[in-house]
């Protein structure tokens, strides 16, 4: 929803240049003194004749075409500058279009709300798949909308300015959207899954349509919603070169940045998790702080790499980031950032937490030296896992390898479902053989840090005894990394 504030604001901006602009038109034209006809030879004095006369012959000379292209070069001078001001004028339109559709949204949950709960239980399958429908409608919407503002853009036909509004719009109808699809599955708790299965409702589907969105639902994309509504204020950067690049620097010291990359049609996982986890952190902001891997994702079927960072131990300073690492060109292709300055209550307590750490320093006695591979090592240590050798499967054998800060981690103990089955050798290396089940989850684990591979085995076949027997590749549905 938008600051009602901040709109006050920016009406009250725009009523005050209206004021001004009308009394000046009126005070020009009832005084005399030259108007823009007057200058382009519309005077009916003798030279102002010979102007026109003049400027008459010109445009017939001219092609009609020569408007199209003046426009056209004035937009490309326009986006030479990355710079991008959000003004009085284009606040109130954002404002105005973010209204209208939260409006829309707002009626059309209650429409859906009123049905559901008039619907008997047989029927209520049918109404969420209808529901289902429409947000898709509304899905493929908003992203055909933000392809024709990329390609009028890149066309020069509208400015970088008019762009990054139309963003800032698309941005406001996508949360809305986002909002939506959470009141939708909510319902959905309530019906069999049977029953939302046959009326062609699945959690996959729903996922899928709004996927699609994170060009209009990331860090930037939200920050120049703020400029354009008014929430805040300060410098916008956006750039479409080799994909769209946003960066905007808010004037509290809030600051956005992402971009998204064109990807090669290769989806083998070539680069090691390794690799890609140090042109991830390489990509990340410099900061007096240090960025921390705080969740990991290796996703085959896509051929990518997905981490997530936390900005720590940042003098006033909190963040936050998302990078994704092709895993066949080793190449990033689409990343989010988030700093933004600590409000006083969490600034207090990192200095509380500091002043107790100096203490406990002062007052401990001193420790012996542990040796390599002892716990007392990982405190800093940021753990991730990747299958070395075999293919994921029921009761097929693989060997993982555990890395620390993208070092072999000896003596790393390996859960399988929560159950210890070893740990790793001098190479951070382990075989084990996976169960016969169709979920599996292989968490490496100290004492100050762990790393998580979870399998889904779907695809399940019938062998001639009648039991299940799997044999389908399973990719790494969701891995996370504790430091």
Do not use: C
């Not at 169960?435 to 001639?464: G, I, K, M």
Request: charge should be negative; aromatic fraction near 4%; hydrophobic fraction near 35%.
């Amino acid at each position: 929803m938008i600051d009602r504030t901040a709109l006050a604001s920016v009406l009250f901006a725009i009523l005050v240049v209206v004021g001004m602009a009308v009394p000046a038109m009126a005070l020009s034209s009832s005084t005399g003194e030259s108007s823009a006809g007057d200058l382009t030879g519309t005077s009916t004095a003798g030279a102002g004749r010979v102007a026109q006369t003049t400027l008459t012959d010109q445009v017939a000379q001219t092609p009609a075409t020569n408007q199209t292209t003046q426009n056209a070069t004035t937009n490309r001078m326009a986006q030479n500058n990355s710079k991008v001001n959000a003004t009085v004028g284009p606040q109130l339109s954002t404002v105005i279009d973010v209204s209208s559709d939260e409006v829309q949204t707002d009626f059309e949950n209650a429409a859906f709300e009123f049905s559901i709960e008039s619907a008997s239980d047989e029927d209520r399958a049918e109404v969420i798949a209808e529901r289902a429908e429409d947000l898709r409608d509304r899905a493929e919407s908003i992203r055909e909308d933000y392809e024709a503002a990329t390609e009028a853009y890149e066309e020069s036909e509208i400015t970088k300015s008019a762009y990054a509004r139309r963003l800032a719009v698309l941005n406001a109808r996508a949360t809305n959207l986002h909002n939506s699809y959470e009141q939708l599955r909510k319902r959905t708790e309530a019906v069999p899954a049977s029953e939302l299965r046959d009326a062609g409702v699945t959690e996959s589907a729903l996922n899928r349509s709004i996927e699609n969105l994170s060009s209009v639902t990331g860090t930037g994309a939200r920050a120049l919603f703020k400029q354009f509504t008014g929430e805040s204020e300060g410098e916008i950067e956006l750039e479409t070169a080799g994909g769209l690049s946003i960066e905007v620097e808010s004037e509290d010291g809030e600051r956005s940045r992402e971009f998204e990359r064109p990807r090669d049609d290769n989806s083998a996982l070539t680069v090691s998790r390794a690799t890609a986890l140090e042109t991830a952190r390489g990509a990340l902001s410099a900061t007096d702080g240090n960025w921390v891997l705080t969740d990991s994702e290796t996703a085959e079927d896509d051929g990518a790499y997905e981490y997530t960072f936390a900005l720590r131990d940042a003098a006033n300073l909190t963040g936050e980031a998302e990078v994704s690492v092709d895993g066949s060109s080793g190449d990033i292709f689409a990343l989010e950032e988030s700093i933004e300055p600590r409000d006083d209550d969490e600034s207090e307590d990192a200095d509380e937490a500091e002043t107790l750490e100096e203490a406990e320093e002062i007052e401990a006695p001193e420790e012996t030296e542990t040796p390599e591979g002892d716990s007392a090592d990982d405190s800093d240590r940021e753990l991730t896992m990747t299958i070395t050798e075999g293919t994921p499967a029921p009761n097929e054998r693989i060997t993982v390898q555990v890395l620390a800060d993208g070092d072999p981690a000896e003596n790393v103990t390996l859960l399988m479902n929560d159950r210890a089955v070893g740990t790793t050798d001098t190479d951070g290396r382990i075989a084990v053989t996976l169960p016969s089940t169709d979920d599996v989850e292989l968490t490496a684990q100290t004492d100050d840090a762990s790393d998580e591979l979870e399998f889904e085995f779907d695809d399940a076949t019938t062998d001639d005894n009648g039991d299940e027997d799997e044999r389908e590749t399973a990719s790494p549905s969701e891995s996370d990394s504790e430091a």
